[in-house]
T-cell receptor
Framework: DQQVKQNSPSLSVQEGRISILNCDYT??????FLWYKKYPAEGPTFLIS?????DKNEDGRFTVFLNKSAKHLSLHIVPSQPGDSAVYFC???FGSGNTGKLIFGQGTTLQVKP | NAGVTQTPKFRVLKTGQSMTLLCAQD?????MYWYRQDPGMGLRLIHY???????AKGEVPDGYNVSRLKKQNFLLGLESAAPSQTSVYFC?????????????FGPGTRLTVL
């Protein structure tokens, strides 16, 4: 039972264009959503987050959009740069229990071509 | 400030052997987590701890044990390794009940069980 799904295993875009990574979830009890970025042979690093009470959060070139009715979120990277090439994980946090547990999606490998 | 460190970085075991993976964090975080990453599966939570002396099961706890004797250390043990435990293992830590519990990850341990 995959509660957080990233249905696109990979995405390739040209440098300077927009990259859009998608994530779907099933559990309406999630209260925060996070995006992590992972380079080969390194641990994931936090990129950006959004509260379930918001519909948009922006940080420089990165913007996350949340559509609660569709249980869908997306990460937009504009403009894309070759250094953005990495695996991107979507994660969701349960609102109750105060354990800080995150449920991760399968990841999407982004390739930005020069 | 090293953040989250993991020992060892690589290990090859034979079926039935045991080993312990060590995670250490110097950020005084209360929460610590162990994940495994497998192709197409994302990051799956094995066990976690919400404070010194506490541990709890995650999504995939079978075949693993953990201990949190000191706040800064979280140990993951495999008592009798199986080929299905071949994976990359990540440790993470986070602050107590932060705004969105951003988790900080270590660099990972690549384990192969023959």
């Amino acid at each position: 039972d995959q509660q957080v799904k990233q249905n696109s295993p990979s995405l390739s875009v040209q440098e300077g264009r927009i990259s859009i990574l998608n994530c779907d979830y099933t559990n309406s009890m999630f209260d925060y959503f996070l995006w992590y970025k992972k380079y080969p042979a390194e641990g994931p690093t936090f990129l950006i987050s959004i509260s379930s009470i918001k519909d948009k959060n922006e940080d420089g070139r990165f913007t996350v959009f949340l559509n609660k009715s569709a249980k869908h979120l997306s990460l937009h990277i504009v403009p894309s740069q070759p250094g953005d090439s990495a695996v991107y994980f979507c994660a969701a946090r349960f609102g109750s229990g105060n354990t800080g547990k995150l449920i991760f999606g399968q990841g999407t490998t982004l390739q930005v071509k020069p | 400030n090293a953040g989250v460190t993991q020992t060892p970085k690589f290990r090859v075991l034979k079926t039935g052997q045991s080993m312990t993976l060590l995670c250490a964090q110097d950020m005084n975080h209360e929460y610590m987590y162990w994940y495994r990453q497998d192709p197409g599966m994302g990051l799956r939570l094995i066990h976690y701890s919400v404070g010194e002396g506490t541990t709890a099961k995650g999504e995939v706890p079978d075949g693993y044990n953990v201990s949190r004797l000191k706040k800064q250390n979280f140990l993951l043990g495999l008592e009798s390794a199986a080929p299905s435990q071949t994976s990359v293992y990540f440790c993470a830590s986070s602050q107590l009940a932060g705004r969105y519990n951003e988790q900080f990850f270590g660099p990972g341990t690549r384990l192969t069980v023959l």
